[in-house]
């Protein structure tokens, strides 16, 4: 049988111009954000300068990973213990995770046919726990109705939280990702769209919450080695109040991301050139579904998502065996045991009991999910559905 050789979890090289930065930094010694000498800003200071330029936000916060800045973001909006936070039914367990690390508990809301979260159900959810807070997820760069979801928000004094893990770089109708909601969280992990092997980001146009943020992150006092929070002068208050729960970044992750940062729209041209082609491949074909594309919508497509809605369950269980044994690794959501990755609200069983989620349960026992990284060409991305169309022949 032919196979594809290539991997699915094998991203690019760093530039040498990161390679670089990162090795004129260890030449410093000065790893810790804070270790500055006279007249240096820091390369964790400027990554954040850029990013909230990137963003057009005011203030932006470098730290640990994309859960901790989840967590973070709970936490300086004001989440107290036991408060009830709504989060999107399909999303990636960090995000509970982040709920329940803040304190909060998870109530999930179900999902539309093409994945983004519902916004009736919202707003019911809303209504029934009396929640204040939404954990949006832009689940594998879908970007929902976001007119709707923030209408929602705004009729139930809700605080947004975008979790942008997947939208680095997206935008919906000219506005960028990450900024339609109070706060907007996103990972540097390698698996993201720019890459320290861990690392997080948040950014946020309200001072308070930044000011917030900065001092939980773990600056000490030493606030006004920022370059992208409020005026020193500002944190009086906030310094002694807000705890340190560290969770910083260091000047060698950020050095090797702000070379990346740059390229973030160059990367987002050719990932969608990638899923583009293997969209057209698959949308040739009867039995497969890919997730329709709002025209708002200006995604960065590193992964692709389509659904198997005629199918039964063990067809699509041949057809992952069958495209397992071509080399092509898919997810598919509705696996009765959790591998590599959770994306089940079952599987996160600590969870509180959950509300009915009847479209979830449904969409995800047919969802299957690609990853696209940018070690692949578009020849290659042909020979992937060809492999996929024959394990679909073979299976049905
Ligand atoms: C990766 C991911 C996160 C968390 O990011 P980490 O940097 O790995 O902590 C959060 N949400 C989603 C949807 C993700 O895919």
């Keep these: 049988m032919r196979r594809f050789s290539k991997s699915f979890t094998q991203q690019e ?4 111009a990161s390679i670089e930065a990162a090795v004129a930094v260890m030449r410093t010694g ?21 990013f909230a330029g990137s963003l057009g936000v005011s203030y932006a916060l470098a730290c640990a ?4 800045a989840l967590q973070l973001a709970l936490r300086a909006c004001g989440l107290a213990p036991g408060d009830p936070v709504l989060c999107n039914a399909f999303t990636l367990s960090p995000v509970p995770g982040s709920i329940h690390a803040a304190g909060g508990e998870a109530v999930l809301v179900d999902i539309l046919d093409d994945t983004t979260v519902d916004p009736d159900d919202l707003a ?71 890459n320290s092997g861990e690392g997080g980001l948040l950014a946020t146009g309200d001072p308070e919450i930044m000011r917030r943020a900065v001092i939980m992150s773990g600056s000490y006092m030493l606030y006004d080695r920022h370059l992208a929070a409020p005026g020193a002068d500002s944190f009086q208050e906030t310094r002694f109040v807000a705890p340190n729960m560290s969770g910083r970044m260091d000047n060698l992750r950020a050095a090797v991301l702000r ?64 495209c397992e044994a071509r080399g092509i690794p898919l997810k598919w959501y509705g696996k009765p045991q959790p591998e590599d990755y959770t994306s ?24 299957c999910d690609l990853r696209l990284p940018l070690t692949f060409t578009e020849q290659e991305c042909d020979d992937i559905v060809q492999l996929m169309d024959s394990a679909m022949e073979e299976a049905v």
């Design 124 to 194: 019911a959810a809303a209504e029934e726990t009396g929640a204040k807070f939404f954990m949006l997820s832009h689940m594998r760069g879908h970007i929902g109705d976001m007119d709707a979801i923030a209408a929602v928000c705004d009729a139930h004094g809700i605080t947004l939280i975008e979790d942008c893990a997947h939208t680095m770089g997206a935008s919906y109708a000219g506005r960028p990702s990450g900024t339609f909601g109070k706060v907007g969280c996103f990972s540097t992990q390698t698996y993201k769209h720019i």
């Design 344 to 367: 089940r609200y079952d599987s996160w069983r600590y969870l509180p009991a959950t509300r009915p989620l009847p479209n979830a349960d449904r969409i995800l026992e047919q969802l």
């Design 30 to 50: 000065r790893l810790h954000r804070y270790n500055l000498v006279e007249g240096e800003q820091g390369e964790v200071a400027l990554l954040e300068q850029e």
């Design 259 to 322: 070379p990346q940062l740059a390229e973030l729209e160059s990367r987002q041209a050719r990932w969608n050139a990638l899923y583009r082609r293997i969209e057209a491949g698959l949308d040739a074909h009867p039995l497969v579904d890919t997730i329709p594309r709002n025209v708002d919508e200006d995604f960065v497509g590193s992964s692709i998502q389509f659904r198997l809605p005629s199918l039964e369950q063990d067809q699509i269980a041949r057809f992952i065996t069958g």
């Design 65 to 68: 990973s994309g859960g901790y």
């Design 13 to 16: 090289p760093l530039s040498e």
